[in-house]
């Protein structure tokens, strides 16, 4: 039986306000891509969840077609929280999305009334919840209105099958005029949730801004780059690694010998300062009050446990940041 750690809300600085609202999101959350399908060890999945909920992370990110196979990480999740974490529901930010593809036919993507809320009720169901705190709209669908796909989200609101509403991967222009239907609706956006790592910094010109102007929180994806600002391949590539085991979005050809020998710099800049380049990566995003959680993903326990570590040191020296432009532009 799996006890939470009594120890789990010792450090009250570990939580961010999420935008103008009433929500505390915790600095790191985690998020079931990847290691919680149906394919995946539940053991692990389990043991991840748990630890994470141990250390205070009282956030998990889900989507309909989390997997493989579509919806199996919602079944996993689900059955964690019957078994382990559902005694603690009340502690627990649940996020769910729909958006990619999910299902055959005109109804089963994008941003359609009839597709979000279908997809919704398929999610709560297969994670056995009455309702999620956040609902996203996965991606902006240029082919339907924004008034619909927004007034999708905020009627999962007005009827309780979501507690909050939330964007993800819509440009600026786009995040303002969603923002903007969504207050009308009476359902305000509490949060966005962008791609944003050291490689990938489309959020700093405008998005960020944007963000705080509007009041809206801001969850980091792929804080760690996929695995490629951590460690992990200094070696080679690992057989347990994502990109041996699911390449369809991190290839081992997109572990250059340019980026190792980038990430190599930027793991020596991290022992300087008393991290591993995991912990530094993880930091570097939050440096933005912006930034309200970053959202990793897990394969290991121990990961979960040194992505959490990232928490003792926040700042940066101009010095450091400095160094870390030149490593990137290098
Ligand atoms: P990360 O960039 O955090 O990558 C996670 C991977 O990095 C892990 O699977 C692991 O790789 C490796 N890793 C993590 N911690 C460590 C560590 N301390 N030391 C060494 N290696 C480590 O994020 P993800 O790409 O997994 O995305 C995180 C979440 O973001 C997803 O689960 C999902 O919830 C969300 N997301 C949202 C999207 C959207 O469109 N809204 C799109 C993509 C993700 P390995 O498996 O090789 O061990």
Redesign the pocket.
């Known amino acids: 039986m799996y006890s939470p750690a009594a120890t789990r809300y010792n450090s009250p600085e570990f939580y961010r306000r999420c935008g103008c609202s009433g929500i505390r999101l915790p600095l790191i959350?985690?998020?079931?891509?990847?290691?919680f399908g149906g394919k995946d060890s539940y053991d692990n999945a389990r043991a991840i969840a748990c630890r994470a909920f141990d250390h205070g992370i009282t956030h998990f990110?889900?989507?309909n077609n989390?997997g493989p196979p579509d919806g199996s990480a919602e079944e996993t999740f689900g059955r964690i929280l019957r078994e382990d974490l559902g005694k603690s529901r009340d502690e627990l930010i649940i996020s769910t999305?729909a958006?990619?593809l999910m299902w055959p036919g005109p109804y089963g993507e994008w941003g359609s009334r009839k597709y979000l809320l279908a997809s919704l009720d398929q999610s709560l169901r297969r994670m056995g919840l009455d309702y999620v705190d956040i609902f996203?709209s996965?991606?902006p669908d240029p082919d339907t209105p924004l008034e619909e796909t927004m007034g999708a989200v905020a009627h999962a609101v007005h009827v309780g099958k979501a507690l909050y509403a939330g964007i993800?991967?819509y440009p600026p222009a786009e995040t303002v005029r969603a923002a903007k239907l969504l207050r009308d609706m009476g359902a305000p956006c509490l949060i966005h949730?962008?791609?944003y790592?050291m490689f990938d910094r489309w959020v700093e010109p405008q998005l960020l801004d944007t963000l705080a102007q509007e009041g809206i929180g801001c969850i980091v994806?792929?804080?760690?780059?996929?695995?490629?600002?951590?460690?992990?391949y200094f070696k080679g590539v690992?057989a347990?690694?994502?990109?041996?085991?699911?390449p369809r979005?991190?290839r081992p050809a997109d572990i250059t010998d340019a980026v190792l020998a980038k990430t190599k710099k930027l793991h020596d800049l991290a022992q300087s300062r008393g991290q591993?380049?995991?912990?530094m990566?993880?930091a570097w995003v939050l440096r933005h009050r912006a930034v309200t959680s970053?959202?990793?993903?897990?394969?290991?326990v121990?990961?979960?446990?040194?992505?959490v570590g990232a928490a003792r040191n926040l700042k940066f020296s101009d010095a450091e940041l400095g160094q870390i432009e030149k490593i990137l532009a290098e």
């Open positions: 959350s985690l998020g079931l891509w990847h290691n990110d889900l989507a989390y999305k958006g990619y996203y996965h991606r993800s991967n949730q962008p791609h790592n994806f792929s804080p760690l780059a996929k695995g490629l600002l951590t460690d992990r690992p347990d690694s994502r990109a041996s085991r699911d979005f991190l591993t380049l995991a912990q990566a993880l970053a959202l990793i993903g897990a394969s290991k121990s990961q979960v446990d040194d992505c």
